[in-house]
């Protein structure tokens, strides 16, 4: 007879009817442990909760997570220690005193079989002093079932007394968006897999884009979970993700910590930045509370004839809006006052209704409020901080000032690629040294562009700067690197992101394979083309190639602007002598050519650059 695999299915099976007994004495003696992984806040830089996961005994079978509770479900004890799980989470979050909120994971499983669930979980919380407003119930997304109505009467209660939702693991069953859509979360979870490897992978980035839209419109914070990389991290930082959890902010642990121990982390990821966010245009309104009368609503509006659209709120946070139109023109059909004067203003809220983070940038804010269409320039939607009522923002205030940026920006932009010029390269760069920011500043210039352009014409030339600008643009982070047109064929680059050297590696052999598009079917199969140099003497020329002069900000001397291209020009006539594309970086007083082959590190033959 054949051996049973480890990983085998039969064995498995085995091993869940073997674990009957170790489990039930586990749940009655309460022997589990309960671990916190920390969810990090980007914009603050600091902790805001804690997820709180369950642990078997370390020695068993039993210890993952999987297995104990396939094996509780099997043994029909799962109701047991779900409870088990969840009081034991309120016990050593409220032991260990630290700040921030407490998500636990609950099966909406164990929500339907218990009928007084939202008792019990409130008991709990209560007998360890932790205050409902600092609990979030996360319900395991892929084990919902379909009785929805049930599942939020349950959910309301426990929002009435100051509870939060979350859904986990969104995208990784079938009914995620349903979900969401029926229950209305306060959190979203992103499943993991859509996080793994999102630098390099653009689906997946435009997925996790498409949640964060999803989640400004419904007024839900998105999570992401499962960041396991600095690359990783930066992606989602750059899309403005909400939350971030994983492994690179620290491992689930028995006592939460009280300090982020990956700061360092969020820094190389996170530029400070002057951008105008949605809170700039934000205007506050009055709000109206929800038990308003309709007629008391009308009566407001008369006496305030500036007044277009007013907020709805109850403690802080927003339910909709009332826009004075819609208002006014319900209340002139017939009859409809007599109907809707004695009404609380909820029933004729609009309600979902656009909620804009007061943090995000005006260009996003742009995309959100122009999603459905042609939106008025008057109509007004409402800013939030932190998930309470800040004000309301008007569409055509957004526009308007995303128009005056524009122009501004063209006036010191390079009119043929619309990148800034030197002028805000010089801005861009005291600013970093001023803030003391570590950057690698790079030098990109076209060789042989000269005889290029005698040979194929101006127009030509211009669709190959074009070409290298895309590439710039398309390869670094529009939120951590600056690129910028300095005139010609020459391009500068204030590279923050931690992946630089690679990025201008794929720029290198993407501008490579690319290259033989401009020339002429002879002229790409030979490998040059012939012009006349300065003496008006025929000359053989490569294809097009680039040479790229970087340095380091923290080379002696760098002090300003002016200093760093003092610097860059010397490395750039190193790269320059370089035969083809060359990758030349300084490094205080080490000079490297990043292209030599073999030895990623091998020194150029050059005395070091000293006084320079």
């Known amino acids: 007879m054949s051996e049973v695999r480890p990983d085998s299915p039969t064995l498995r099976l085995r091993r869940l009817d073997a674990a009957t007994h170790e489990l039930t004495e586990l749940v009655r003696e309460g022997r589990i442990s309960t671990l916190f992984q920390p969810i990090v806040d980007p914009r603050s830089r600091g902790i805001c909760g804690f997820e709180a996961l369950t642990r078997g005994p370390s020695d068993s079978w039993l210890h993952s997570p999987q297995n104990l509770f396939e094996a509780a479900r099997k043994s029909g004890v799962k109701l047991q220690l779900d409870f088990l799980c969840i009081q034991s989470a309120f016990k050593r979050f409220a032991a260990s005193r630290v700040a921030g909120l407490l998500f636990i994971n609950v099966s909406p499983d164990t929500v339907y079989e218990e009928p007084s669930f939202a008792a019990r979980f409130l008991d709990y919380a209560a007998q360890a002093n932790v205050p409902p407003d600092r609990c979030v119930i996360e319900l395991t997304e892929e084990s919902l079932l379909d009785d929805y109505a049930r599942l939020r009467s349950t959910l309301q209660r426990l929002r009435e007394s100051g509870c939060a939702i979350a859904i986990d693991d969104l995208g990784a069953g079938s009914s995620g968006l349903r979900t969401w859509s029926e229950l209305k979360p306060d959190y979203v979870k992103i499943d ?179 999603q459905k269409g042609r ?98 643009k398309n390869m670094f982070s529009a939120r951590l690197d600056f690129v910028a047109h300095v005139g010609g064929d020459d391009f500068i680059v204030v590279m923050r992101s931690a992946d630089w050297r ?31 140099d300065r003496d008006e003497k025929k000359q053989t020329y490569p294809l097009l190639t680039v040479s790229v002069a970087a340095l380091d900000s923290q080379t002696t001397g760098a002090g300003s602007a002016d200093a760093v291209a003092h610097l860059l020009a010397h490395v750039k006539k190193l790269a320059k002598q370089q035969a083809g594309n060359s990758f030349v970086l300084r490094s205080d007083e080490r000079v490297v050519d990043l292209l030599a082959a073999k030895k990623s590190d091998a020194e150029l033959v050059h005395e070091p650059m000293t006084g320079s």
């Not at 909400?242 to 969020?266: I, K, Y």
């Not at 804009?356 to 742009?366: N, T």
């Not at 939106?375 to 000032?401: A, C, M, S």
């Not at 002429?520 to 012939?530: N, T």
């Open 192 to 370: 993991r897999y859509f996080v793994s490897g999102i630098d390099s992978d653009q689906t997946k980035r435009e997925f996790v884009r498409s949640m964060l839209d999803m989640g400004r419109a419904m007024g839900c914070r998105v999570i992401a979970e499962g960041v396991e990389t600095e690359r990783e991290c930066r992606e989602l930082v750059d899309l403005g993700i909400d939350r971030l959890q994983g492994n690179l902010f620290g491992r689930p642990d028995v006592a939460p910590m009280a300090a982020l121990q990956q700061l360092e982390s969020l820094d190389r990821s996170i530029v400070t930045h002057t951008a105008l966010c949605a809170e700039h245009i934000a205007t506050y309104v009055r709000p109206v509370p929800p038990d308003m009368r309709v007629q008391e609503l009308a009566d407001l509006f008369r006496d305030h004839p500036d007044h277009l659209t007013l907020p709805v709120v109850q403690e802080g946070r927003p339910l909709g809006v009332v826009r004075r139109e819609q208002l006014f023109d319900l209340l002139a059909k017939p009859l409809h006052p007599e109907i809707y004067n004695k009404k609380p203003v909820t029933a004729i809220m609009e309600s979902p209704t656009l909620l804009v983070d007061g943090q995000l940038r005006l260009e996003q804010v742009s995309r959100l409020v122009t």
């Open 502 to 532: 690679e990025r201008v590696n794929r720029i290198i052999q993407r501008f490579t394979a690319t290259v033989a598009n401009f020339y002429s079917p002879e002229h790409a199969a030979a490998g040059h083309i012939s012009a006349s």
């Open 375 to 472: 939106p008025r320039l008057t109509e007004e939607f409402v800013i939030t901080k932190d998930g309470r009522y800040h004000g309301l923002g008007q569409t055509i205030d957004v526009l308007r000032l995303i128009t005056e940026q524009q122009l501004q920006s063209a006036k010191h932009s390079n009119p043929l690629t619309l990148l800034p010029g030197n002028a805000a390269l010089r801005s861009c760069i005291d600013r970093l040294i001023e803030n003391r920011k570590r950057f690698v500043v790079a030098y990109f210039d076209l060789d042989s562009f000269k005889p290029y352009n005698d040979v194929y014409g101006y127009a030509q030339g211009d669709q190959v700067i074009l070409h290298l600008a895309g590439l710039l």
